[in-house]
């Protein structure tokens, strides 16, 4: 089975413009309206150079109604969405909206794993581009996921997207954080969740140069430290954050 990566990245937020501010100013992105599809709710694209590397959008009414925050969620490539979904249901997963098209862009449907983490697939339309370094400045070098059985989670995603495993690290009371790889240029780790964290849920960390001064972005522009910065065994410094209007991701640098 070809491995099938994260690869575009989806911010549901309640002010628009206060995000696209916050995230151009904090990781760099550039900003640029998306308008080829008529009747769509209006949605931003964010560019690492000429790149899209994800987008945002205003949280659907029905999601606000069901009292879901501000959140980033990451799309999972696939060559056939409708197959894909019917093989995570029978998995044990869970599909919140069955596939359905999205005109000039593809094919998506909104899921869960066994243990509630949510996630989107999607069918692009056109070619695929290629992979960059994971460590290029304002792309995602690190998926994370909080779960309430890792062992559990990762069988499902890799049974289901042939992610590979990379090891595993003893944290002492924290318990064990599993990494994978999940395609070229791809992956992640995966850890069963503190009490802190209410619900299983994906994290993405978003390259920067340094992380003092992208830390200092954050809290300049109205933004929340949660956690860090602190080093990380890839020779990394990380700091998770939470935007102004509550959303969680995190940061990752070099060390220099």
């Not at 949605?43 to 205003?58: A, D, H, K």
């Not at 990394?236 to 070099?254: I, K, R, S, Y």
Request: proline share 10%; glycine share 10%; charged share 20%.
């Amino acid at each position: 089975m070809p491995n099938s990566p994260f690869f575009w990245y989806e911010l549901m937020t309640t002010d628009l413009d206060a995000a696209e501010d916050f995230y151009t100013a904090v990781v760099g992105w550039r900003a640029e309206p998306f308008d080829k599809t008529p009747g769509m709710p209006r949605y931003i694209v964010m560019n690492s150079g000429e790149r899209g590397v994800g987008g945002l959008m205003t949280m659907p009414e029905d999601a606000a109604k069901m009292g879901m925050p501000p959140a980033w969620l990451g799309y999972i490539h696939t060559k056939d969405v409708d197959a894909s979904t019917k093989a995570l249901q029978e998995a044990g997963g869970t599909v919140h909206r069955a596939p359905d098209d999205i005109p000039s862009v593809g094919r998506f449907a909104v899921v869960a794993d066994p243990q509630g983490a949510t996630f989107m697939l999607l069918q692009p339309n056109g070619p695929d581009q290629p992979p960059v370094p994971a460590t290029t400045p304002g792309h995602i070098g690190w998926h994370e996921l909080y779960t309430s059985d890792w062992k559990a989670a990762f069988d499902f995603y890799s049974g289901q997207f042939g992610w590979e495993s990379a090891g595993e690290f003893d944290m002492g009371e924290m318990g064990i954080y599993k990494t994978f790889t999940a395609g070229p240029e791809s992956g992640g780790g995966m850890m069963n969740k503190p009490p802190q964290i209410p619900v299983p849920v994906w994290q993405f960390y978003f390259n920067v140069d340094a992380i003092d001064a992208a830390a200092k972005r954050v809290t300049d522009n109205g933004g929340k430290i949660l956690m860090g910065p602190m080093e990380v065994p890839s020779a990394q410094w990380v700091v998770q954050c939470q935007d102004p209007q509550g959303a969680h991701f995190a940061l990752l640098a070099p060390v220099r």
